[in-house]
């Protein structure tokens, strides 16, 4: 590409205005804030006067399977959200943006993002009215089928998944949206025009262009998801216990910052790595 | 090195807060809905002394005590479990309290009021308010007549009606009441871990707040789990619910909740006046009848209760005291110990 | 695939219908229950207006709710703009690091909440920043910042740069490109970043727990701190009536605001 008027050489200088509020900001409440508590997840105690510096809290992830295998859990737990989000998802944006039009689709839209203006832990709430045994799914069920069925989703794995499922599928409605509304319909139609099949005009155009916002809803709803504790505490009953609600224990359970700030860095580091791990791959589908 | 960071983060703070703060508000630090941010209570506080209640919560012990340590100056009045006092006097977060100004302090009962988890060096650092236990609560609509042991919570009768709080300490001393053991002194740990391994099949889910107990009892999906004295009062008496408390034979785990003045803070004088409204049997009557409360540590204020109300006439009788074993101080390295074994129970990986 | 067949977008119409179902069916819940009598949401249904009167008297929820919406504006306003210019940062130059750029907006996200509050409560505290609605707003617009990044970046990627070049080459300032060509192209996707940044900022609780002070909380705060003993349907009928609003909000900005970009 040629360089012109916006230069991609000297890049930093002409960035920098643009990038420093931003990272200011972060730095300030964000970044200088996570230094401390790297510092703290190296300490052997808070609450000895004296503690020294050690890497034990790294080695306690290593030392007991029980952190491993919840990391494991939660990493599935998140893939496994971000799959259903993308299967419901893709086609809702999709949807919105090339049959609707005008007005109606604005409106819808926003309706379809409005839910997760609410509070989360009133949504989770109203969520076990509707799963529990006698609930409005159960109550349901049986008006509508001829034969009995007990529903009692309540405190079950499913549950959870069927709560993060709403808490974030709306991220990935908005994202898909975004890339696909971006798509000219007229390269659509060119492409039919020039006999190409459907699933051909859906594999070899609206994917690649698509792919943006897949990609930043996924990691919008893979990232949080691997740490959350709230849904799987309230609705996951005996089986809700994640690699989350593992830290919060050190935290709320226990004064054991340092093994918290440690297994949190460990989780960040995994999430970056399969992130990293994921780019070269995408980009080649891509 | 600690320290000092310590020393300077306080300097700082105290900097900060000095500027802020406002005369004649009363910061009260306590569980959400526990006596003290009752509408009625610092309406009347306000009237007497014209101090105005300024009420900020926590949702963990824990949580008290980062508040603590990261707001020196900011509150007046804290609520500690006795358990927990050992840990705030470590860190110099609270300050001695002058008993002679809390008129009502005569009337607690003497064993409580001299703990020496409350009492160091001869100063006193903790008043006690209340006390209740931790035990087994029923929805009476699963029940004839009320269980008399703790093993019912392993009966697979039961299977999936059973609730216990997610708290790995108290989880811990279930274990160790059903296995026969002293809670402050767990001799035999592998015995707990399998009954507690034994009961998690029974278990629907773990509670962690009273409005998780009442609205399973409401939907009647649980039968019995381990609940506080003083909230089975309150779902009973405020809500209607089909609660009723037992208390086995195996015994139960007793807490004691206290006062602290925490370390720096700027209003001492109403700080002792609100301590001693707490304590008073005018403010516990009217808690317990219209809102459901744990035993005042005051006797004076339990004996002003009607004759046949259940902090009274089953708190109080002989028969009950005995089973009770109240909690001790339990250390950091306990606490993870128990923290570890609990998550490993709840995962299966153990 | 588009006009193939009649019926594909009845389909479509269909499904969009199921979806708006399963996003909703909470919420009609949450709002049903605002009007039933039992505070532990038992059935049968008892009609009452009983939690709203009770909502109408409680100072302190309400309170907390202007400050919730306030944070939440505000937050909207400054991640936005922060966000949408270190996008276009990101987008338009090469530079060494920028992958290391790139790489730190995951922490924020990663790092679980409650990670963040405490240390930016210590941070805060030992710097003297303090506790209060603007640590508060602090705290929730570096939370926000990543969404709006992630997503206004993601739109960038659909845009293309000749674009901008062929403005600049005909002339145009930077700062002219930016407003007469860029911003145009992306603003469903600034939007979007600011609809995140204000989802983020309103729903958020572990962070606003930790840096709220008695007098200074948001609504999150008092629900989380309210489900310890007795959620009360009062926060069911709060968060009714913040919904009906934000609808009848949204329904007519969307009557008289483009935003979907359409080209």
Redesign the interface.
């Known amino acids: ?2 360089v ?3 230069t ?2 000297n ?2 200088k ?6 420093l ?3 200011g ?2 730095t ?7 230094s ?2 790297v510092y703290f997840s190296l ?1 052997t ?1 808070m ?5 020294s510096l050690t890497l034990a809290n790294y080695a306690a992830f290593f030392s ?3 952190y491993a ?2 990391l494991l859990r939660s990493v599935k737990l998140a893939l496994l959200v971000m799959m259903i989000c993308v299967v ?1 998802g893709f ?2 944006a ?3 943006a ?3 039009k ?2 109606a ?19 989770v ?6 799963l ?3 609930g ?1 799914l159960d109550v349901v069920l049986n008006a509508i089928l001829p034969f009995k069925v007990s529903v009692d989703l ?2 079950s794995y499913p549950a959870v998944v069927i709560g993060l499922v ?1 808490s974030y ?3 990935m ?3 898909c ?3 696909l ?5 007229a390269l ?1 139609d060119a492409a ?1 025009s020039l006999g190409a099949s ?1 699933t051909t ?2 594999r070899r155009v609206i994917a690649p ?1 698509a792919l ?2 897949v ?2 809803g996924s ?2 709803i893979f ?2 998801v ?2 959350s ?1 709230m849904e799987p ?1 309230i609705l ?3 089986g ?2 994640l690699y ?1 609600t ?4 050190q ?7 340092p ?3 440690a297994l ?1 860095f460990i ?2 580091a995994v ?2 790595a399969i ?1 990293l791990a994921a780019a070269p791959v995408l980009r080649k589908a891509a | ?3 000092k960071t310590t020393a300077i983060l306080v300097g700082l703070g105290l900097l900060l807060t000095a500027t802020t703060a406002m005369a004649k508000d009363l910061h009260v630090l306590n569980w959400k809905g526990y006596g003290t941010d009752e509408p009625f209570a610092t309406k009347a506080f306000e009237a007497m002394t014209g101090d105005k209640v300024v009420n900020d919560f926590f ?2 012990e ?2 008290m ?1 980062t508040k603590l340590r990261t707001n020196p100056g900011l509150y007046d009045v804290v609520m500690i479990n006795a358990a927990f006092m050992q ?1 705030a006097l ?2 110099k977060l609270v300050q001695p309290i002058d008993i002679k100004t809390i008129e009502n302090y005569k009337d607690i009962d003497a064993a409580k009021a001299t703990s020496t988890m409350l009492n160091v060096d001869g100063k006193t650092y903790g008043v006690p308010w209340t006390w209740g236990l931790t035990t087994i609560a029923i929805n009476e609509k699963a029940f004839d007549t009320p269980p008399t042991s703790i093993k019912e919570m392993w009966n697979p009768d039961h299977k999936g009606r059973v609730t216990i709080r ?4 108290e989880a811990i001393q279930l274990g160790a009441l059903a296995t026969g053991q002293n809670i402050n002194d767990i001799k035999d740990i592998d015995a707990v871990k399998t009954s507690l391994a034994a009961l ?1 099949p029974n ?4 509670w ?1 707040s009273e409005n998780d107990w009442n ?1 399973m009892v409401a ?3 649980i039968d019995l789990g381990t609940y506080w004295s003083g909230s089975a009062g309150r779902a009973k008496t405020k809500f209607k619910l089909p609660v009723a408390l037992a208390i086995p034979k195996e015994g139960a785990v007793g807490w004691l909740d206290t006062f602290a003045i925490p370390q720096g803070a700027k209003n001492v004088e109403g700080a002792e006046r609100f301590i001693d409204y707490m304590l008073s049997p005018d403010f516990y009557t009217k808690w317990d009848e219209t809102v459901g409360a744990p035993v005042s540590a005051n006797a004076r204020a339990v004996a002003a209760l009607p004759a046949d109300s259940f902090n009274r006439k089953v708190m109080g009788a002989p028969a009950v005291a005995d089973r009770i074993q109240f909690q001790e101080p339990i250390t ?1 390295a306990q ?2 110990d128990y ?2 074994l609990w ?2 129970l ?2 299966g ?1 153990n | ?2 006009r ?1 067949s009649a019926f ?2 009845g389909l ?2 269909f ?2 219908g199921l ?2 179902a ?6 009609v ?2 709002a049903a ?1 605002s009007f039933n009598a039992s505070p532990f ?1 038992q059935l049968p249904f008892e009609s009452t207006t009983h939690w709203y009167v009770a909502l109408a008297n409680d100072d302190g929820l309400i309170a907390a709710t202007f400050n919730s919406l306030k944070i939440a504006i505000l937050t909207t306003a400054i991640a936005t703009v ?2 949408t ?2 996008s ?3 987008f ?7 992958r290391l ?1 790139q ?2 907006i ?7 909440w ?3 509050g ?3 409560l ?3 505290f ?1 710097t003297g920043i303090g506790r209060g609605l603007h640590a508060i707003l ?2 929730h ?3 926000a ?1 990543p ?1 709006v ?3 206004v ?3 960038l ?3 293309s ?2 674009l ?2 062929a403005a ?2 005909l002339g145009a300032s ?1 700062w002219q ?1 930016t407003w007469k060509v860029t911003l145009p192209l992306i603003a ?2 600034v939007i ?1 970043g600011g ?2 940044a ?2 983020v900022s ?2 958020q ?1 572990v962070v606003s727990y930790f840096l709220a002070t008695p007098g200074q909380t948001t ?2 705060v008092e ?2 701190a309210a ?1 310890r003993k007795g ?1 009360t349907p009062e ?2 009928a709060v ?1 009714t009536i ?2 009906v609003f ?2 009848s909000l ?2 007519v ?3 008289f605001f ?6």
């Open positions: 590409m040629a012109t008027g916006m991609r050489t890049g930093l002409k960035a920098l205005p643009l990038l509020p931003a990272y900001w972060l300030l409440a964000i970044f200088l804030p996570l401390a508590m300490l105690t609450s000895s006067t004296t503690p007991d399977p029980l295998v919840l419901i086609p809702a999709y949807v919105l090339k049959i609707f005008g007005r689709r604005e409106a819808i839209f926003l309706i379809v993002i409005l839910p997760f203006w609410s509070n989360s832990l009133v949504r709430f109203s969520w076990s009215m509707v529990r045994e006698g409005i309540m405190y709403h599928l709306p991220y409605v908005l994202t949206y975004l890339s509304q971006a798509i000219d319909d659509i039919r459907r005009i859906l262009l943006p916002g990609l930043a990691a919008l990232i949080p691997i740490g504790f505490r996951g009953g005996r809700g216990t989350g593992v830290i919060e224990d935290f709320t359970a226990v004064y054991n910052w093994l918290g700030a949190s989780l960040l999430v970056l992130l | 090195m600690m320290k949702n963990s824990q949580e005590l840990q470590e860190e997610d708290d790995a300490v998690l278990i629907r889910t773990f962690s609205q939907s009647n999906q950091d606490r993870e923290l570890k998550q490993s709840k995962v990986t | 695939m588009i193939a594909l977008p479509g119409r499904y969009i979806v708006l399963f996003l909703y069916l909470p919420l819940i949450m229950m949401y922060l966000g210019a270190a276009l940062g990101l338009r130059y090469e530079f060494t690091g920028k750029l790489a730190l995951v922490p924020p996200i990663a790092i679980p409650l990670i963040s405490t240390a930016m210590i941070f805060f030992g602090l705290g617009v570096a939370l910042l969404y990044i992630i997503v970046s993601a739109r990627q659909t845009f740069r000749d901008e070049d600049a080459s930077a490109t469903p996707g979007a609809l995140f204000f989802a309103f729903d609780f609504l999150p629900i989380y489900i959620f926060i069911n968060s913040i919904i934000s609808m949204m329904l900005v969307s009557r483009r935003f979907g970009g359409d080209h």
